[in-house]
């Protein structure tokens, strides 16, 4: 069965901290993405990575930055969080052939 | 740029009942065509995925449709139940993957 792991389900930081969101596949997927959800804005892109140490921007990478050093692992990292990045923070995996794409549980960050 | 639109944004149905959810977007060049649900403070959970040399697509009560020349996709859902409450979404995938605002249902008992 097809699986997406997000390291936390619910986070609470205080601004200025950095924050680390971590997310698993055992898919073997190269594409992975994160995303935020925000009410009355749907989902947008922070950034993607096509593959092992590839990362590439995506639609809101400000304030963001990522990492991918094995192919099953994507981190999302706030340098330093802000309370207008509480949001519900998604991953995704992405089966390259046919195109699925596979959401994890989500981790609701609250930065006060 | 791809946008994705989904009317209704809310839906409120008896149970039992047949339904569809619409899903248009502007660019028909597009690879596939994903269905996800989605129920509160939870990931999204794929459905159904058409590609573009497909129209339709069926899961047991599910049955999705696309009309690439026409820029639609349909979600039918047959005899609704309460469970069925949620939060639908479309993405499509050109070169990006665009969502669609989602449609949120709910079925009464």
């Avoid at chain 1, 097809?2 to 997310?23: D, I, M, N, P």
């Avoid at chain 1, 055992?26 to 922070?46: A, K, S, T």
């Avoid at chain 2, 065509?33 to 129920?39: H, I, P, S, V, Y």
């Avoid at chain 2, 999204?44 to 129209?55: A, G, H, N, V």
Wanted: with cysteine.
């Amino acid at each position: 069965d097809v699986k997406v792991t997000q390291s936390s389900r619910y986070l609470v930081k205080r601004t200025g901290e950095k924050v680390f969101l971590e997310c698993v596949q055992d898919m073997d997927h190269e594409n992975m993405f994160w995303y935020r959800q925000d009410p009355g804005l749907g989902l947008r892109l922070i950034y993607f990575s096509y593959d092992v140490k590839m990362k590439e921007k995506g639609d809101i990478p400000e304030g963001y930055s990522v990492s991918r050093e094995k192919k099953e692992r994507f981190s999302l990292i706030l340098e330093s969080a802000s309370t207008n990045q509480t949001s519900m923070y998604l991953c995704a995996s992405r089966e390259r052939v046919l195109g699925e794409q596979y959401f994890g549980p989500g981790t609701r960050l609250t930065v006060t | 740029k791809q946008e994705v639109t989904q009317i209704p944004a809310a839906l409120s149905v008896p149970e039992g009942e047949n339904l569809v959810l619409n899903c248009s977007f502007t660019d028909s060049a597009i690879y596939n065509l994903q269905w996800f649900r989605q129920d509160p403070g939870k990931g999204l959970t794929s459905l159904l995925l058409i590609q573009s040399s497909q129209r339709e697509q069926t899961s047991g009560r599910l049955n999705a449709s696309l009309d690439k020349s026409s820029g639609r996709s349909t979600l039918y859902i047959a005899a609704s139940q309460p469970g069925d409450s949620a939060t639908y979404l479309c993405a499509v995938k050109d070169n990006d993957m665009r969502f669609g605002a989602g449609t949120r249902l709910t079925v009464k008992p």
